[in-house]
């Protein structure tokens, strides 16, 4: 009888010991061996799943993006909880899962590799965070217009979330003005 293989869960796996690979050697000295023998599986597999080093690379980031967009969607749910109290269980909870300083490594590796604006793949992934920076600044806009009661508040809100959207169309490098803008914004 044939083995029956949950396809999710195998590139879940190899993601998941991609991420830890690059993390200890980095993205350029990674290679498709040393990820098949930190997810002890055949090339022949990796290859099965993933075209490339950067497709599993990019996949990754797309992984680490994924999975705390989610995360973000859901926090953002809860009324209840104080903003305080959100950001520690988000942090414990990124902590259980990537470790920080790991997490901070392939974000660093991958800001790097952007920097050296290094093809298609790093064009992809620059819109992908763009996009989780737009939902990010729409959680907190969202969030802000609920707690506000008076309806020229509210319009004051509505106006800077128009400027936020009209920054987000500003190259990367003037990411500074735009989160100083959102974190005024977010803490009304």
């Not at 920097?115 to 907190?140: C, P, T, W, Y």
């Amino acid at each position: 009888m044939p083995k029956i293989v949950n396809q999710e869960e195998v590139r879940e796996k190899i993601i998941l010991g991609a991420f830890n690979t690059f993390i200890e050697k980095g993205y350029y000295k990674t290679n498709i061996e040393d990820i098949s023998k930190k997810c002890q599986m055949t090339r022949t597999t990796i290859y099965y799943y993933f075209k490339s080093k950067d497709d599993i690379f990019e996949n990754t980031v797309y992984y680490i993006i994924d999975t705390m967009e989610n995360d973000l969607k859901q926090i953002s749910l809860e009324f209840s909880t104080s903003v305080k109290d959100k950001i520690k269980f988000l942090n414990e909870k990124w902590e259980n899962q990537f470790n920080s300083a790991n997490l901070i490594l392939i974000l660093t590796e991958l800001w790097l590799a952007i920097r050296r604006d290094e093809g298609e793949m790093f064009v992809r992934i620059k819109e992908r965070i763009k996009q989780m920076s737009h939902l990010i600044n729409s959680l907190a806009l969202e969030k802000a217009k609920y707690k506000i009661e008076d309806t020229k508040e509210k319009l004051k809100i509505d106006n800077s979330f128009i400027i936020l959207s009209m920054l987000q169309q500003i190259p990367t490098q003037s990411n500074l003005v735009r989160d100083n803008l959102l974190s005024i914004i977010a803490a009304i």
